[in-house]
């Protein structure tokens, strides 16, 4: 079983920046897709990024694009979320969870499981 620990997150004003770190443990497949996610409140769960351990595949919801880079350690078997430019629209809790594919790492509903986030906040 994969467990994950998502930490980093912080207070932060307009045109900060922030650098999330999730890490895994347990048993991971080097096919797996690795990706974040976050909840702001009132709303549901949305997919923000998502990496595989190789490299070759990389996504990013528009509302991040330019602003955010995903990117991994395979040796720690961690992953991070440089987060720059933030806006109060990026205040949420922020999680990471591993997926088979590219598709199914996009549909944050399917997840059985998730750790305990880290708080980001964006003040004006």
């Known amino acids: 079983q994969v467990r994950h620990e998502e930490s980093g997150g912080g207070s932060v004003q307009t045109g900060g920046s922030l650098r999330l770190s999730c890490a895994f443990s347990?048993?991971?497949?080097?096919?797996?897709?690795m990706g974040w996610f976050r909840q702001a409140p009132g709303k549901e769960r949305e997919f923000v990024a998502a990496?595989?351990?190789?490299?070759?595949?990389?996504k990013y919801t528009d509302s991040v694009k330019g602003r955010f880079i995903i990117s991994r350690d395979n040796a720690e078997r961690v992953l991070y979320l440089q987060m720059n430019h933030l806006i109060p629209e990026d205040t949420a809790i922020y999680y990471c969870?591993?997926?088979?594919?590219?598709?199914?790492?996009?549909?944050?509903?399917?997840?059985?499981?998730w750790g305990q986030g880290t708080q980001v906040t964006v003040s004006s």
């Open positions: 990496l595989s351990w190789s490299g070759s595949t990389i």
């Open positions: 347990g048993r991971t497949s080097s096919r797996e897709i």
């Open positions: 969870n591993t997926a088979p594919n590219i598709t199914l790492i996009q549909i944050p509903n399917r997840f059985a499981s």
